[in-house]
T-cell receptor, first 111, second 114 residues
Framework: DAGITQSPRYKITETGRQVTLMCHQTWSHSYMFWYRQDLGHGLRLIYYSAAADITDKGEVPDGYVVSRSKTENFPLTLESATRSQTSVYFC??????????FGDGTRLSIL | QKEVEQNSGPLSVPEGAIASLNCTYSDRGSQSFFWYRQYSGKSPELIMSIYSNGDKEDGRFTAQLNKASQYVSLLIRDSQPSDSATYLCAVRRGGGGSNYKLTFGKGTLLTVNP
């Protein structure tokens, strides 16, 4: 089925470890986004990408790295995880002048 | 700092009533406006989009936009317990590039009581 999928759905890791969250979409959308959602803060943009090999920072990019070698994939890497990065992470995509559609999210706990 | 403000709620309405959700935004360059519904533990789901001043109706949902007042609202008629969720208002400049980013409000929690 076409759509946007995130993996893993749940992840527990330890501080200092590297962890990568995956996002894959089958719509051939140009734009992809990573958000984190925390109580009291709502949805905050981490990074976004306008096309393959084009990425840019959002509101809260520190501690995160992204890449986009293929249009359909937009992985998010926490290079050295910290407890403050415990959150729910959502990936979204859009073809441009259309609404964004979200994946099911990854619930990440950092101990 | 572009901001989108929503009452956090909770907004509690009886079943069958009209629920009214409000949102204000600070960026006068905003062109596109969206309402997302988010059930607890789930991802945001688009329910309405509106691009021009006035009302837009889709089933039990009506979105209202007033760009002069920088105000967008969502009315839910004949509210059902299944409408109980957090409703997120989002705005976008449009026009390409970074303007496709969304700015979200923190959401309003709606509870519909049977």
């Amino acid at each position: 089925d076409a759509g946007i999928t995130q993996s893993p759905r749940y992840k527990i890791t330890e501080t200092g470890r590297q962890v990568t969250l995956m996002c894959h979409q089958t719509w051939s959308h140009s734009y992809m986004f990573w958000y984190r959602q925390d109580l009291g803060h709502g949805l905050r943009l981490i990074y976004y990408s306008a096309a393959a090999d084009i990425t840019d920072k959002g509101e809260v990019p520190d501690g995160y790295v992204v890449s986009r070698s293929k249009t359909e994939n937009f992985p998010l890497t926490l290079e050295s995880a910290t407890r403050s990065q415990t959150s729910v992470y959502f990936c979204a995509s859009t073809g441009g002048n259309q609404p964004q559609h979200f994946g099911d999210g990854t619930r990440l706990s950092i101990l | 700092q572009k901001e989108v403000e929503q009452n956090s709620g909770p907004l509690s309405v009886p079943e069958g009533a009209i629920a009214s959700l409000n949102c204000t935004y600070s960026d006068r360059g905003s062109q596109s406006f969206f309402w997302y519904r988010q059930y607890s533990g789930k991802s945001p789901e688009l329910i309405m989009s509106i691009y021009s001043n006035g009302d837009k109706e889709d089933g039990r949902f009506t979105a209202q936009l007033n760009k002069a007042s920088q105000y967008v609202s969502l009315l839910i008629r004949d509210s059902q317990p299944s409408d109980s969720a957090t409703y997120l208002c989002a705005v976008r400049r449009g026009g390409g590039g970074s303007n496709y980013k969304l700015t979200f409000g923190k959401g309003t929690l709606l509870t519909v009581n049977p």
